[in-house]
């Protein structure tokens, strides 16, 4: 950092800080979309020059590291990059995430000269796939997904809307309205940031402004870099599956290399191994893979790490076209890149480091997408038979156990970290018509470890008045998460129905990728998978162990069982009996 | 001559502001006495009463009962008891299902990329937490009755727990109290003794885990506040007071001690609610200007809180502890950065502050107790922004020395730079993140702070203001002499306030007349109620009326007033809620620049009582002396040497103390002004002026060069 003062470096990162909050809160306060407005499924970020990642306000992992892919097409435009201009990508096979992530990205000029580019992603409420979800696991293809491509295509030009493109997606979208509402958010978020970016030259200028560009960048190499020193030399492998969706694809295994280079003060991360693109929506893109597998390493590193590509380039992550993790080809659907694998390969990453560090050591997190978190249709007799169409977020857990603590138990995801909201029960049924019948954790539900998973939640929900159709992709029935460093795997998850009346006793499995269609008088069931364990569960304070069955969450007899703890329960305060439980942790 | 007095308890310091009949407003500061809050402020009144030559007893003797009288509140309390979780043990009784509400809450905010942290345990632990079978639904329809054997039996095993107080949270009692009221009833015949608070009592809000853990604090302390009152209360009347003490609550107001024993929740975080009255009033007399931005820097935190057309911005997602009880309460927005936040250079190299604090003890370096480690007190020390010996009134000395050291060896030498140089880069860079929280909160409110008026106090806020009004584009700003003590001198200022509310759901396009204005109508007894047993003479009385809604499909709600649109008898009539659509549109055009062609569904009600307070009226307008630029050296107290990143060097530097300055009187920057709890530093090209009501304004602020 040379050449800008200390004071500068803060005074002009804040400025960014600030930017990137006031782009999100534009967004996030103007979108129709339910997941942007509500569960944050967003992320904006500055990028320099070059189409590199500056500043990235707080996003979900899997946005992150990313940004930069996206916008790198603008420059390949036949027209060129021009003031005025706002760019719509949201390919996979272009450098987006999904089809469902729409990213905006406005060039800010400055006296004629190209200086930053303003960024806004955001998951739209519909985008004109063949069935009403933004995610088509069973898709074989690109055209059974049925999404529209916009593969990094002017959709503004001298700041006004270009009529065509605008055209062309009202009449391929469901709800026209929502989906011109949510472009004039994005829009909005992206032309905030370019104006503010524009002050920020006016007071700067450019050339100071490409100097602190670069200082920024190289700011956060060396944090990294310093991070990166504290690690061993060395190669590792670490193997990953996800479950068949039956009659399409068998599981799916992830085969992770890692080396790791201290003395360069890189680590590679090579994804080459691995089988080609399947014929379903599970297939991952460039994105994807490359912001997973760094956020595997990142959920390593201290949290305060720049998200700038000075610091995300020293993590390279090596892929293959044509791979189920790798770069996505057309026709291959890309329709759940965020998700599924994206949690497998999150999980994988983050798991192999155990055998570099017990530094922040974590088990893998929670499988998904279980029906708690179900894509719900259908009609509400309440409201005149409006129909209704949207994502819920209830009833999945999912942390996995860490070195030094118990997992995190609103997780929800790999790819969110636990940044999603959880629905309140009563706005749910407030707002469609249905009644939750239960949500609670299971006991005995935990990947056990000298620091547990968080508990698997059952959820139960049941249509009123009319049927209801539930879109999930339930993967963690199979293959359980795994456990770290002699902790336990987690618990597996699970999809089924019953029919009220008759009670639980009349139980009929799900399939685990399916849209199911529930009756009045049915129920559905979801277990969430909990993640793995991390440390041998002998090794737990039996403390801990003691509250856990005085709070329920656990059996007296699976205390003793996998953690050789035995508990006196006689009183109001349970307490360890100390001498057994000496005794059945030596016999072990 | 008799004084109003109002005592604030925060972290550090317990202030005392004292007004006389005179109109004269001090503040008096002592140190905090955890564990016997009284202690703290009993010193803090024993420093006043020395100020004015009067035994404790004749000061105590002279403190007015009217309008409130002394006031002081139980917010640390409460808070602190919540944080450290020593409420009192309760028991819940709740819907068979949903024992595990208290945990999911609505997923607690966390960083995405940060594991290295414990999932907070739940309010109430799982083992008091007893399923009862019942169901209620979304319309109030009654899904599965109320099984009386579960009650009983919860009952029996609460009472072998020996709990203070059964709370019992039930889904949709919002929407149908039959089953919680029940429970009550069938509690009482059952355990008299024990105390009992219900859901759709404390916080009637259709989100059941607000609902549930709002009562469940409430029930939890109970007991706490009340013997907290009582205790206070007979102290100080031993020491000669004669009337009874008030409390602060969060929504900027004053209860009486029985009003706020009997719902303790709304307790919690009264202090810095108090600072935007203050800023309110300050920025309506001395220029005119409903709409300000209020600052209060102290030693650890840094607090930003907005008035909006006069009325002070309010919201629900305050998290206290570890819940977010979804109360309505003064929004208050809150960052580690205050003259003790720690100043340190990352691994990359670059300079950050906070979040870490000194705190008091060990404190800055230049405490000279202990602390090694370089503070934004020390920088502004080394750039000669404090002076070394007259800090808090000249009670304690700093060493500049220490400063020096502590900079050097922990910021300049590590960056190659000067020892002044690193000094001014710790101060700018806490500038920008005061800067950023300050930004945070108003886009979030969707205020645009261009046009408001920054009202700036906090013993720290003076060194720091210019710049971060000029990072704001602000061009008007406010600093009081009492800055030191802003949120005691708003207590003093607080009308007496009472909140109620209750859910009904309403859609403006099929609107349920008789349902909402029966709502309506129990909330104006209720208010009325309070007035009758407060004693609130009739033309002081206001009542103001909200309604919280949203557009189908929106989960969260908005708050908008509808006081004008009612009857005398608080009813909605068809046309009056057209004009509630229409406000609503408004509202959410004014906070998220757009609005829908929507219908609207309206969720919640809620009443405010106000007693009015007409202490502000007293405070006269000082007499003018004319537009007075300072030249003559009459009235400095000297001068020193101080750094400017304009003339990149120290120079001489005239030094005023606020005792000599009146109203009229202009100086010139670059200069230092001395108050007794606050320093201000005018920069050069800026000019401070004194205010009819002898506070200090800066104005023409130039935009947008944070670096000055």
């Known amino acids: 950092m040379a050449k800008i003062e200390s004071y500068l470096m803060s005074v002009i990162s804040s400025r960014l800080y600030s930017i990137g909050l006031e782009m999100t809160n534009t967004l996030m306060r103007t979108a129709r979309s339910q997941l942007m407005s509500v569960c944050h499924d967003l992320s904006t970020a500055i990028c320099d020059r070059n189409g590199e990642v500056l500043s990235l306000a707080e996003s979900i992992p899997v946005h992150c590291a990313n940004m930069g892919l996206t916008v790198k097409p603008c420059f390949e435009h036949p027209e060129g990059i021009k003031e005025g201009d706002m760019f719509l990508n949201n390919s996979p096979y272009r450098g987006n995430t999904h089809h469902a992530d729409y990213t905006y990205i406005a060039p800010v000029f400055f006296g004629g000269e190209l200086l ?151 680590i590679i991360i090579d994804l080459r191994d691995n089988r080609d693109s399947v014929p379903c929506g599970l297939n991952m893109c460039e994105a994807t893979v490359r912001g997973s597998a760094i956020t595997g390493i990142l959920n390593r590193l201290p949290s305060d790490v720049p998200g700038n590509e000075g610091a995300m380039n020293h993590i390279e992550v090596l892929m293959r076209e044509g791979c189920v993790v790798g770069k996505s080809k057309m026709p291959y659907s890309s329709s759940l890149a965020t998700t599924n694998l994206a949690d497998r390969l999150i999980s994988g990453v983050q798991a192999l480091m155990n055998q570099v560090t017990s530094e922040r050591g974590m088990a893998e997190g929670g499988a998904v997408q279980c029906p708690a978190v179900s894509v719900i249709s259908g009609k509400d007799w309440r409201k005149g038979y409006q129909p209704y169409v949207n994502q819920i977020f209830l ?127 049915e129920a559905i069931v979801s277990e969430s998978s909990s993640g793995g364990g991390y440390g041998d569960p002998k090794k737990r304070d039996p403390q801990l162990v003691c509250r856990r069955v005085r709070e329920g969450w656990i059996t007296p007899e699976f205390a003793e069982r996998v953690y050789g703890v035995a508990i006196d329960m006689s009183g109001e305060e349970y307490k360890v009996i100390e001498d057994k439980t000496a005794e059945l942790r030596s016999g072990r | 001559m008799s004084k109003y007095a109002c005592v604030d308890v925060g972290g550090t310091f317990t202030d005392a502001a004292i007004l006389e009949t005179s109109g004269d407003i001090r503040v008096f500061k002592a140190p905090t006495t955890p564990g016997d809050w009284t202690e703290g402020i009993i010193n803090s009144l024993k420093i006043a009463a020395g100020h004015y030559n009067q035994t404790l007893a004749e000061f105590l003797g002279d403190i007015s009962v009217s309008g409130g009288g002394f006031a002081t509140h139980g917010s640390t309390i409460a808070t602190n008891a919540i944080v450290e979780k020593k409420v009192g043990k309760i028991g819940v009784l709740c819907t068979k299902g949903f024992r595990d509400v208290f945990l999911f809450r609505e997923g607690p905010n966390k960083n995405p990329f940060d594991m290295d942290l414990d999932y907070p345990e739940p309010f109430v632990p799982r083992y008091r937490t007893l399923p009862v079978e019942e169901r209620i639904n979304s319309e109030g329809g009654i899904e599965t009755p109320l099984n009386e054997d579960d009650v009983r039996a919860g009952i029996k095993t609460l009472r072998e727990y020996q709990v203070e107080a059964i709370c019992v949270c039930y889904l949709w009692s919002t929407a149908n109290e039959a089953h919680e009221r029940r429970t009550a009833e069938i509690i009482r015949q059952e355990w008299p003794d024990v105390g009992v608070v219900l859901s759709c009592e404390v916080n009637p809000s259709s989100r059941e885990y607000r609902r549930w853990v709002s009562a469940a604090i409430d029930a939890s302390l109970r007991r706490l506040i009340s013997t907290y009152a009582t205790n206070l209360n007979e102290r100080l009347a031993e020491l000669g007071f004669k009337g009874k003490i008030g409390m602060l609550n969060a929504s900027g107001g004053v209860m009486s001690a029985e009003e706020i024993v009997s719902k303790p929740l709304y307790t919690i975080d009264s202090g810095p609610a108090m600072a935007p009255v203050a800023g309110r009033n300050y920025a309506i007399g001395d220029v005119n200007d409903q709409n300000a931005v209020v600052l209060d820097m102290g030693g650890t935190t840094f607090d930003v809180s907005c008035v909006i057309k006069g009325h002070i911005s309010v919201s629900r997602e305050a998290v206290i502890g570890d819940e977010i009880p979804g109360i309505s309460r003064v929004s208050v927005h809150s960052i580690g950065a205050g003259g003790g936040s720690i100043a340190w250079v990352d691994s990359g190299g670059m300079i950050r502050v906070g979040p870490t604090s000194a705190g008091s003890v060990p404190g800055p370096a230049c405490y000279g107790r202990g602390g090694e480690l370089p503070t934004v007190t020390d920088a502004n020390l080394v750039l000669g922004y404090l002076n070394p010996d007259f800090f808090n009134d000249g009670m304690m000395k700093l060493s500049p020395e220490r400063s020096t050291k502590a900079i050097r060896e922990h910021i300049a030498d590590k960056l190659n730079i000067s020892v002044v140089e690193a000094a001014f880069a710790i101060w700018a860079t806490v500038n920008v993140n005061m800067i950023a929280a300050i930004k945070d909160i108003t886009i979030w409110q969707g205020i645009d702070p261009r046009s408001y008026t920054m009202v700036a106090g906090g013993g720290a806020c003076g060194l720091h203001a210019i710049p971060l009004a000029e ?61 009758e047993r407060n004693n609130i003479a009739e033309p002081d009385r206001r009542v103001e009326l909200y309604m919280e809604g949203h557009y189908p499909f929106q989960v969260w709600d908005l708050s908008v007033d509808i006081t004008p649109f009612v009857d005398k008898d608080f009813k909605l009539d068809q046309d009056s809620v057209k004009l509630v659509e229409a406000a609503f549109h408004e509202e959410h055009e004014r906070t998220f620049t757009i609005k829908e062609d929507a219908n609207v569904e309206c969720v919640y009600w809620r009443v405010k009582a106000i007693g009015a307070n007409h202490v502000a009226g007293m405070i006269p307008e000082q007499e003018y002396h004319s537009e007075n630029l300072i030249v003559s050296p009459a009235k400095r107290t000297g001068s020193r040497k101080i750094y400017f990143k304009k003339y990149n060097e120290a120079i001489v530097t005239p030094v005023f103390s606020g005792d000599n300055l009146v109203y009229g009187d202009v100086i010139q920057g670059p200069a230092i002004v001395e108050e007794p709890t606050t320093t201000i530093v005018v920069l050069p090209d800026y000019s401070i002026k004194v205010t009819k009501y002898n506070n200090y304004l800066i104005e023409g602020l130039k935009t947008r060069a944070s670096e000055q």
């Open chain 1, 116 to 266: 930053f580019f303003a960024v806004t992603k955001g998951h739209q409420a519909d985008i004109g796939n063949s069935i009403p979800s933004t995610y088509h696991s069973n898709a074989h293809d690109l055209y059974e997904e049925g999404a529209i491509d916009w593969p990094c295509i002017k959709i503004q030009k001298e700041y006004k809307d270009v009529p065509d493109i605008i055209a062309i997606a009202k009449a391929r979208i469901r709800v026209p309205e929502v989906w011109y509402g949510d472009h004039l958010a994005c829009v909005g978020s992206a032309r905030t940031g370019e104006r503010r970016l524009i002050e920020l030259c006016e007071d700067y200028g450019a050339e100071l402004l490409k100097d602190f560009s670069d200082a920024y960048q190289e700011y956060g190499s060396k944090r990294i870099q310093e991070e990166i020193r504290k690690f061993p030399e060395g190669h590792w492998e670490y193997d990953i599956k996800s479950d068949a969706i039956e009659g399409m694809v068998d599981e799916i295994n992830i085969h992770i290399g890692c080396d790791i280079k201290p003395s360069e003060g890189k």
């Open chain 2, 471 to 531: 990072g704001l584009e602000m061009s008007r700003l406010l600093i009081p002499r009492t800055a030191g003590g802003l949120s005691a001198v708003g207590g003093i200022f607080t009308d007496t306030v009472s909140e109620y509310n209750s859910s009904c759901l309403a859609n403006t396009r099929d609107f349920d007349h008789e349902k909402v204005n029966k709502v309506l109508k129990s909330l104006a007894d209720k208010a009325m109620d309070f007035f």
């Open chain 1, 395 to 521: 009833g999945m857990t999912g942390g996995p156990g860490v070195n030094g603590h118990d997992g995190w138990i609103t997780y929800q995801y790999p790819c969110t970290g636990g940044a999603l909201n959880w629905n309140s029960v009563e706005v749910l049924e407030q707002q469609y018509p249905v009644l939750i019948v239960e949500e609670e954790m299971l006991p005995d539900s935990v990947g056990a470890g000298a620091f547990d998973s968080a508990p698997s939640c059952k959820f139960v929900m049941t249509p009123r008045g009319e049927a209801m159709t539930c879109a999930y992709s339930c993967d963690g029935i199979d293959n359980p998460p795994k456990g770290a460093v002699g902790g336990l795997d987690g618990h597996r998850a699970a999809a089924w129905k019953y029919s009220l009346p008759e009670g639980e006793g009349s139980r009929a499995d799900l399939p685990p990728f399916a849209q199911p269609e529930i009756k009045v008088g």
